[in-house]
């Protein structure tokens, strides 16, 4: 059957309507240019952009081609279901804006592409393009790269953006399973903030519609690498790196799923900044193969009362402390319950390879600690395992402890400090299984 559609172009400030008869618009491909659209980053497009993914949402969608070329944008592209929005390459097709021109303080839209959270958004498709907002570092009132609000079942793929609030992001969605997927993409730069609480922060790459995945992405320089809240949200093989206001993952997550993901936080351990991986608040996660470098916090955070969480296989170079309970803001009685750290290694962490408190009904077997305290030895920071206050029901067997170093750091390798530094019974550890035998470093349990 055919379709008619309205085809618009913008010419001297005249909209000029044709009608054109073509087959099924949603397999139809429409190049912007040949509508046009500016490609040498002379003259605006969000107009007639815009125009266009109108008329084809109004036939039922489409697909959008820009190809090769520098596109300036004075106001914010909005996508609308079944629309297409592809470009010809990372390399190839840049959109930008321009600080001195433009709609932008005054618009409503959150990111230089984004959509309108006041209706469920479907079968979005954007790939294939670089976006730059050119905003500087602590900038105010920053608008973000992509931003896709209240979608489902949509994709992000191979994009890359530069000097924005959050780099890419699907947020807004309320129901139980989005189905949206982030891949391929790079993040550079998410370094302006919307305003200066927590809520205007930027972050690399953000999702908090359940149902999300993030696949195969990095974060390069934003405040956050990868924010995440939700539920029923994964992370494979994704890269965090030289974060500066946070964590290289701050992921607020009830069923997390984070595999083969990397967390640098610096080219050393003193360059580096806050936690690789923060896992906080929520029940039911597995972090697995994943790997935090050089940063100055935690390589992995686990913040009270985080609870049945796997942590398999994991490996901290070069952190403040490389595995550990957070317990800031969330005090006793609160505690993390079931967790199992099992076949991490820690090594040369700074300060305490693993540390444990307010921990209940939890399993510590066959982790490593190597070369740590590397900070000096303190009497806060003894034990390459170290065991502190409300600690209940716990088994810890057949962890290392290894300091092959000329010159030793890691002095005690495993420290139960109910033994003989804390005084109060009531937060003494109670019930705890201990089988230990460091090969380096003295142990006292």
Sequence with gaps: MKVT???????TGVLIILLVQIGNLKAQSINVVDFGADPTGTKENSKI???LIDSLSAAGGGEIIIPKGTYLLNDAILLKSNITFKGAGIDETTFFRDPKQGNWSATKAQALISTSPENLNTNITVSNLEIDAEYNKNEEKAKGGICLRNCQNSTISNIRT??????????DFKGDDSNNLIKDSHAIKAQAFTSKNNSGRPRGILVTDNGSKVINSISTKAGTGFYAHGKNISFEKCKAES???????????EHLTVKNCIAVGGPSSKEGFGSGFSIAYKKDGLIQDSEAINCSN??????????????????????GIGFGIETASHPFPELSDQIQLINNTAETSGLTSFLFRQMSNSTVTGNKAINGNQRGVTLSTRGAFALKDYLTNNTFSENESIDNQKNKTQIFGFYDYSVDQIK???????????SHKSKNGKDVF
């Design 5 to 11: 559609a309205v085809k618009r172009i913008l010419t």
């Design 49 to 51: 952009t815009n125009m």
């Design 162 to 171: 530069l000097h924005t609030w959050h780099g890419i992001a699907f947020y």
């Design 243 to 253: 974060w500066f206001t946070d964590n290289g993952y701050y992921l607020i997550v």
């Design 298 to 319: 935690y390589g992995f955070r686990i913040h009270v009362p985080q609870s049945d969480t796997k942590f398999v296989n994991n490996t901290a170079i070069g952190c």
């Design 424 to 434: 109060s019974s009531s937060k003494k550890g109670k019930n705890n299984k201990i």
